[in-house]
C-alpha cells in the first residue's frame, strides 16, 4: 500500500523499503508530527482497514496520488490532524479553504447544503473535468447529476420529472452516451455546474426568455433564424405566451425532427397555440392523407411555413405570403402553378359562405358516406341472420344423427 502510493511498480519495493525507513527515521526524529501522505498511508494504505464501528477508512494511495490533489499533503485537507496519535473525531473537509468561488457561487444555489463531493464524488479520486475518470467529465455528467435525477424517490420528494432518464433516450443523450460526441448538450451546458438556479428564476438560462441564448451557444444559425421571425421577435418583446426552442422540442426528451414520431406528434406542436389554424388544417386533404398512414410525407405545418423563421402572411419574405406560395408548394408540387396554389390549406369547409365549394363537396362526401355505411350495416346484418339461420339448421341435423 504504501509502495502503490509511490506510483511505478517496477520501483515499488525499493521505494517501498525507503518509505518505510523514512517514516521511520521521521518517527524517530520528531515523534507527535505527520505530515507526509507516506506518513498517513503507513496506516491507511492498508486496504482493510476499518474504523471502530467497521467503516472502511482506507485509502487507495496510487489513485489519490495520480488525482488533481495528488501533490497535496493529506493534512492540507484533514487540516485539524496536526500530529500522531491524531484525534478520533476529525473535523469535516472544508474545500472552501482552497475553492472560495465554487464554494459560493454553490450556496446561492438550488443545491445549497449539498456538499462537494454529492457532484465530484470520492473525495481521495477527484479529477480535473477534462479527465475521463472525473465524474464531471462531459460524457459522465449525464450519471452523476442523474444519481439524485434519475431517483424516483427525490423526485417525488421534490414535486420533480425524472429528468435523467428522459435525456438518456432523447438526440443529445444518445449523441452523448452512444456516440461519445463530447459537444453534444449535457446537463451543464444548459443549467451550469455550480451557480444552477430553477427555472422559474429569470436569472437562470432555462428561464423561458434565456432559453433561445442557451440553446443558441451550440444551434447558432438556427437561434438566428428563429429570432428573426415572430415568435422570437414576440418572446424579445416580452411576449410570454409565443414559443420559444422547448415549447416545440421540450427540453429532455428531444427528438430527431425527421423521425416520424416527431413528424406525427407534432401537429398538436403548432396546433396546441393556434387551435382555429389546427381545426381547418385538419380538414384538409394534407392531413386527411396522413389518417390514412401517409402522415409522414404530408404537408406539416412547418413544411409550409419554416419552423423558426416563422412570419405572417402579410411579410414579403414569408414563404405563404402570395409571391412566394408557388416555391413553397412547388417543393413537394412539381409544376405547382398560381392556379394550383389558390388551393386554400386552411380552408374552412363548415363555412358556407367563405368556401361555398368546399361546402358541397363536404356536404356531398358525407352523404355517400353515411349511404354506404348504412348500406354496408343493413347487408352484414342480413348476412348474419342468414348464417345464424343455417346454423340452426345444421345442428337440428347433426343432433338427429347422433
Ligand atoms: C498509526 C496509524 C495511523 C496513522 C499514521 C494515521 N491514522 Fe488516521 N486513523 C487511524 C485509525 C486507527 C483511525 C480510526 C479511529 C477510530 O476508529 O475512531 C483513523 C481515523 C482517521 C480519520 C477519520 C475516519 C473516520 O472514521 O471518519 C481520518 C480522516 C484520518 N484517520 C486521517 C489520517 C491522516 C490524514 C493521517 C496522516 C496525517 C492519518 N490519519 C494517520 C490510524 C492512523
Ligand atoms: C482534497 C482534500 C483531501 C485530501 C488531500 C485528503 N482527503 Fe481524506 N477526506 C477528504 C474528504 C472530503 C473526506 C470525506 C469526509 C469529510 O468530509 O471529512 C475524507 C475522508 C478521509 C478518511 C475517512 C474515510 C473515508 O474515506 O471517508 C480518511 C481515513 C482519509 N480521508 C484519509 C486521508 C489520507 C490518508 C489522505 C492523504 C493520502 C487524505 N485523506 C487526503 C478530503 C481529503
Ligand atoms: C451539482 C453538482 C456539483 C456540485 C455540488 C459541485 N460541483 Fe464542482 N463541478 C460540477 C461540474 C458539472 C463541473 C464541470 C464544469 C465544466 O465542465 O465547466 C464542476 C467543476 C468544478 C471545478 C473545476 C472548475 C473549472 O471551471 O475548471 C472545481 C474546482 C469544482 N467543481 C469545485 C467544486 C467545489 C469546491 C464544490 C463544493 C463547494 C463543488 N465543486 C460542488 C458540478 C458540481
Ligand atoms: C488545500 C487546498 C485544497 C483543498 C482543501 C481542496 N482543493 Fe481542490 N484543488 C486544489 C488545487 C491546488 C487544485 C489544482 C488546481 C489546478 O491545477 O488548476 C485543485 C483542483 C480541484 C479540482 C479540479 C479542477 C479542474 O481543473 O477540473 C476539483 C474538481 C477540486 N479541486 C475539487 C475539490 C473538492 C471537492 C474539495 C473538497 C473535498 C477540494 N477540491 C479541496 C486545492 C485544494
Ligand atoms: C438542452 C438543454 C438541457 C439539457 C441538456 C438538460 N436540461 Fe434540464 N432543463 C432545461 C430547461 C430549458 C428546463 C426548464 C423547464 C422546461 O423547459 O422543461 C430544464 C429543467 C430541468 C429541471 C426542472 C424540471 C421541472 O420541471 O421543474 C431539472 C431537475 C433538470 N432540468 C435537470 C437536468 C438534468 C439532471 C440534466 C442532465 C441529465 C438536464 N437537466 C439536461 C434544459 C436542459
Ligand atoms: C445529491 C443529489 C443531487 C445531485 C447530484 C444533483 N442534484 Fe439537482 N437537485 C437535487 C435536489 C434535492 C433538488 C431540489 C432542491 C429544491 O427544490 O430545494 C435539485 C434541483 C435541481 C434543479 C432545479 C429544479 C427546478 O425547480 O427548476 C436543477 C435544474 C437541477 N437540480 C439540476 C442538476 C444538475 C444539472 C446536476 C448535475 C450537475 C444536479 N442537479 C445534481 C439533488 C441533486
Ligand atoms: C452543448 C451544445 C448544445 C446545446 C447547448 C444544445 N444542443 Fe441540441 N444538439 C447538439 C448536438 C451536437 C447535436 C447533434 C446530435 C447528433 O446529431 O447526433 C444536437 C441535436 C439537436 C437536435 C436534433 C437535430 C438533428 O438534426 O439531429 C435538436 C432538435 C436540438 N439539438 C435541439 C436543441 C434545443 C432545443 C436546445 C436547447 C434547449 C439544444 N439543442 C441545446 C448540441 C447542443
Ligand atoms: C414553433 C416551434 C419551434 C420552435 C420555437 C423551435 N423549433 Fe426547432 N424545429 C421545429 C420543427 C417543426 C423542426 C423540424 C423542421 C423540419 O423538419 O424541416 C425543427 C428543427 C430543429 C432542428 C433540426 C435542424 C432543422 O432545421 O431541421 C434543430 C437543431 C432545432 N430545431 C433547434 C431549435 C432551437 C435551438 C430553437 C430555439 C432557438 C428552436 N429549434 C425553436 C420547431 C420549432
Ligand atoms: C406556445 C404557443 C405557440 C406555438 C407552439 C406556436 N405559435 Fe405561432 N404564434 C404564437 C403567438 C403568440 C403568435 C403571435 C405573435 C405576435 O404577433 O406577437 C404567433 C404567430 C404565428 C404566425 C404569424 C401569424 C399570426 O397569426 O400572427 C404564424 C404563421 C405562426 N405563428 C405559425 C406557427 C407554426 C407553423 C407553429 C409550429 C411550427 C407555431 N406557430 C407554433 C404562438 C405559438
Ligand atoms: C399546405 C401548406 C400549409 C400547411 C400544411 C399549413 N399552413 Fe398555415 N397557412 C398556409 C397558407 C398558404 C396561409 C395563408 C393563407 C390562409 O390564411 O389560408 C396560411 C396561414 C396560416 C396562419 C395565419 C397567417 C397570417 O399571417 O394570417 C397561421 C397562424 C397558420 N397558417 C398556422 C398553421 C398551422 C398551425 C398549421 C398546422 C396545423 C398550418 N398553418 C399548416 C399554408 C399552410
Ligand atoms: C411537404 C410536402 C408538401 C407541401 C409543401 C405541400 N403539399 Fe400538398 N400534398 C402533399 C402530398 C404528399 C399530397 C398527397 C399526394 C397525392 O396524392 O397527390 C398533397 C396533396 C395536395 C392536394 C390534393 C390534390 C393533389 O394534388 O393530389 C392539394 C390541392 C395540395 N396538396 C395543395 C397544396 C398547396 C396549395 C400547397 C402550398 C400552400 C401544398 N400543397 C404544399 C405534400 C405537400
Same mark, same amino acid.
Given at each position: ?5 509511490? %506510483?511505478?511498480?517496477?520501483?515499488? @519495493?525499493?521505494?517501498?523499503? @525507503?518509505?518505510? $525507513?523514512?517514516?521511520? =527515521? ?57 500530529? *500522531? ?7 469535516? =473537509? ?8 465554487? /464554494?459560493?457561487?454553490?450556496? %446561492? ?22 479527465? $475521463? ?8 455528467? #449525464?450519471?452523476?447529476?442523474?444519481? &439524485?435525477?434519475?431517483?424516483?424517490? @427525490? ?8 429528468? *435523467? ?9 444518445? $449523441?452523448?452516451?452512444? +456516440? ?16 444552477? @438556479? ?15 441564448? /442557451?440553446?443558441?451557444?451550440? !444551434?447558432?444559425?438556427? +437561434? ?27 427540453? !429532455? ?5 425527421? +423521425?416520424? +414520431? ?8 403548432? %396546433? ?22 401517409? *402522415? ?7 413544411? &409550409?411555413?419554416?419552423?423558426?423563421? =416563422?412570419?405572417? $402572411?402579410?411579410?414579403?419574405?414569408? #414563404? ?53 355505411? /348504412? ?23 347433426? %343432433?338427429?344423427?347422433?
Amino acid at each position: 500500500m504504501i509502495q502503490a502510493a509511490l %506510483g511505478d511498480p517496477r520501483f515499488a @519495493l525499493r521505494k517501498g523499503l @525507503l518509505a518505510i $525507513a523514512l517514516t521511520a =527515521v521521521a518517527f524517530l526524529l520528531a515523534p507527535g508530527t505527520l505530515h507526509t501522505q507516506t506518513d498517513c498511508l503507513a496506516c491507511h494504505g492498508d486496504q482493510s482497514m476499518t474504523d471502530a464501528a467497521g467503516h472502511s477508512i482506507s485509502v487507495d494511495g496510487q489513485t489519490f496520488s495520480a488525482s488533481i490533489h495528488g501533490s497535496l499533503q493529506c493534512n492540507n485537507c484533514h487540516a485539524d490532524i496536526k500530529g *500522531y496519535p491524531h484525534p478520533d473525531h476529525i473535523a469535516t =473537509v472544508e474545500c472552501k479553504t482552497c475553492h472560495a468561488d465554487e /464554494t459560493a457561487q454553490i450556496g %446561492g444555489s438550488i443545491h445549497s447544503g449539498h456538499a462537494c463531493t454529492s457532484c465530484h464524488g470520492n473525495a481521495h479520486a477527484i479529477f480535473p473535468k477534462t479527465d $475521463a475518470r472525473s465524474t464531471v467529465y462531459p460524457l459522465n455528467i #449525464p450519471k452523476t447529476c442523474g444519481n &439524485c435525477h434519475g431517483n424516483p424517490q @427525490l423526485a417525488k420528494k421534490y414535486h420533480l420529472p425524472n429528468v *435523467y432518464s428522459m435525456y438518456v433516450d432523447s438526440i443529445h443523450g444518445f $449523441a452523448l452516451s452512444k +456516440e461519445g460526441l463530447l459537444v453534444a448538450a449535457n446537463c451543464q451546458n444548459c443549467h451550469g455546474s455550480h451557480h444552477i @438556479l430553477s427555472h422559474t428564476d429569470p436569472q437562470s438560462p432555462t428561464y423561458k426568455t434565456n432559453i433561445p441564448t /442557451t440553446c443558441g451557444t451550440c !444551434h447558432a444559425s438556427i +437561434e438566428a433564424a428563429y429570432s428573426a421571425g415572430i415568435h422570437g421577435r414576440a418572446v424579445a418583446a416580452g411576449n410570454l405566451k409565443a414559443p420559444v426552442c422547448t415549447d416545440c422540442h421540450t427540453a !429532455h426528451a428531444i427528438l430527431q425532427p425527421t +423521425e416520424a +414520431e416527431f413528424r406525427m406528434q407534432s401537429t398538436p406542436i403548432c %396546433g396546441s397555440c393556434h387551435t382555429d389554424k389546427f381545426s381547418t388544417y385538419r380538414d384538409t386533404f394534407h392531413s386527411q392523407l396522413g389518417l390514412l398512414g401517409g *402522415y409522414v410525407q404530408t404537408a406539416r405545418c412547418w413544411d &409550409c411555413h419554416q419552423a423558426h423563421d =416563422v412570419r405572417p $402572411a402579410s411579410d414579403p419574405q414569408s #414563404p405563404i405570403n402570395k409571391a412566394n406560395l408557388v416555391k413553397t408548394c412547388g417543393r413537394c408540387h412539381a409544376g405547382a402553378n398560381l392556379s394550383f396554389v389558390a388551393y386554400q390549406p386552411h380552408a374552412n369547409a363548415r363555412d358556407r359562405k367563405l368556401n361555398p365549394g368546399l361546402y358541397f363537396v363536404r356536404l356531398f362526401m358525407n352523404l355517400l358516406l353515411i349511404s354506404v355505411l /348504412t348500406f354496408f350495416v343493413i347487408h352484414t346484418i342480413l348476412w348474419l341472420i342468414r348464417s345464424r339461420l343455417q346454423q340452426i339448421k345444421t345442428k337440428s341435423n347433426g %343432433g338427429e344423427n347422433a
